[in-house]
């Protein structure tokens, strides 16, 4: 059976249902957690003529993307805690998810990923593409779909 399992989060309320899911799958199964927050990069500028840019805005915004995945991690960290579930949590600078997905996944040895899916379809789904869709057509390592 699976022993360690990877969760991608992003604090939203089907995410949040996920990681309440998955503490309990953890819990059943004796598998540990490790949660992940994929940070987005620092938007950088393609037109920046005449624009004054400031140099305290990439820390800035470091700053506030590493306090907001603190936040939705500590909170995922403390109810897999609350279950009885070992549980770590990292959190990845990345604009392309899925990949940080995957790499957090292989990086600490995950056997499953438990992930969510907002189940789009149609012309939605093509517009706005699917994370957990790129994870199971990219990944090596199970993903399990919680919707």
């Known amino acids: 059976m699976f022993r360690h399992l990877l969760v991608p989060t992003d604090g939203s309320d089907l995410s949040t249902s996920t990681v309440d899911r998955a503490v309990s799958f ?3 199964t004796g ?3 490790t949660f992940l927050y994929a940070k987005p990069e620092f938007p ?6 005449g624009m004054v840019i400031d140099p305290a805005s990439p820390q800035r915004f470091e700053d506030a993307a590493n306090a907001q995945a603190k936040e939705i991690l500590d909170k ?3 109810a897999a805690t609350a279950a009885g579930v070992a549980a770590d949590s990292v959190a990845k600078s990345s604009d392309i998810p899925y990949e940080a997905i995957i ?3 292989e990086e600490k040895g995950c056997d499953l990923i438990f992930m969510a899916s907002h189940g789009r379809r149609g012309i939605s789904a093509v ?3 699917s994370e957990t869709q790129k994870v199971l057509t990219h990944s090596k390592i ?5 919707r």
């Open 142 to 146: 199970p993903v399990l779909v919680y």
């Open 76 to 78: 995922a960290v403390a």
């Open 44 to 49: 950088v500028t393609l037109y920046s003529d």
């Open 103 to 105: 790499a957090a996944a």
């Open 26 to 28: 953890a819990r059943e």
């Open 127 to 129: 517009l706005l593409g």
């Open 31 to 33: 598998a540990s957690l």
